[in-house]
């Protein structure tokens, strides 16, 4: 058990499809953060969130929608994806920077 | 651009041998510096970092890093290894008063009993 949860742990979707990733935090931290890691490639910071208010949104296409309400949880709406969206997504939290926790993650298909 | 670089992409190791692995970074101001690894099917888990005061940081599992400003670099090293530590090893950097963690592209460590 990490500390950081993410829900679904594996998805398959359509490209026409809407559906959202969760991710909650029981470390009490101030931050959260979605990744996306691909086969060969580093990971890609997506949006951070600090003290709910979003401070990073690393040029994320539009289909990809954050959503936090409150410090402990962590949402990532998707619609019409595509194929080349399929990875794994990471949520991680942290506290004034002193190292992230990750969760599980997400391993996402997009047919 | 800020960057984060793994030379070593698959490492191959006996039991028992040495380890280092190698990362650069590019941009010269202050850093927080970290080793992640990734177990098979496990998820991220940070194994050691820097912040400041002495250069060699020690982590979990007898991992050690060393932190060398002049060649902007941290890498991570173990006198030696064992089958279990068969993993991907990410070093990442956080950039001062950015919320932004930078990760290298991995390193695969493959250690034979």
């Known amino acids: 058990e990490t500390g950081v949860t993410q829900t679904p742990r594996h998805l398959v979707m359509g490209m026409t499809n809407k559906k959202s990733l969760k991710c909650e935090q029981h470390l009490g931290h101030n931050a959260m953060y979605w990744y996306k890691q691909s086969a060969k490639k580093p990971l890609e910071l997506m949006f951070v969130?600090?003290?709910?208010?979003?401070?990073e949104n690393n040029s994320v296409p539009s289909r990809f929608s954050p959503e936090c309400p409150n410090s402990s949880h962590l949402f990532l709406h998707l619609h019409t994806l595509q194929p080349e969206d399929s990875a794994l997504y990471l949520c991680?939290?942290?506290?004034?920077?002193?190292?992230?926790?990750f969760g599980p993650g997400t391993r996402l298909t997009v047919l | 651009a800020q960057s984060v670089s793994q030379h070593n992409h698959h490492v191959i190791l006996s039991e028992a041998a040495s380890l280092e692995l190698g990362c650069n970074y590019s941009y010269g101001g202050t850093v927080n510096l970290f080793w992640y690894v990734q177990y098979p099917g496990q998820h991220l888990q940070l194994l050691l970092k820097y912040f400041s005061g002495d250069p060699l940081v020690k982590g979990i599992k007898g991992f050690e890093a060393e932190f060398i400003k002049s060649k902007f670099s941290f890498n991570l090293r173990k006198p030696s290894v064992q089958w279990s530590d068969t993993a991907e090893y990410f070093c990442?950097?956080?950039?001062?008063?950015?919320?932004?963690?930078?990760f290298g592209t991995g390193t695969r460590l493959q250690v034979f009993p």
């Open positions: 990442a950097v956080k950039f001062y008063n950015t919320d932004k963690l930078i």
């Open positions: 991680a939290s942290s506290q004034d920077g002193q190292g992230q926790f």
């Open positions: 969130y600090n003290f709910k208010e979003q401070t």
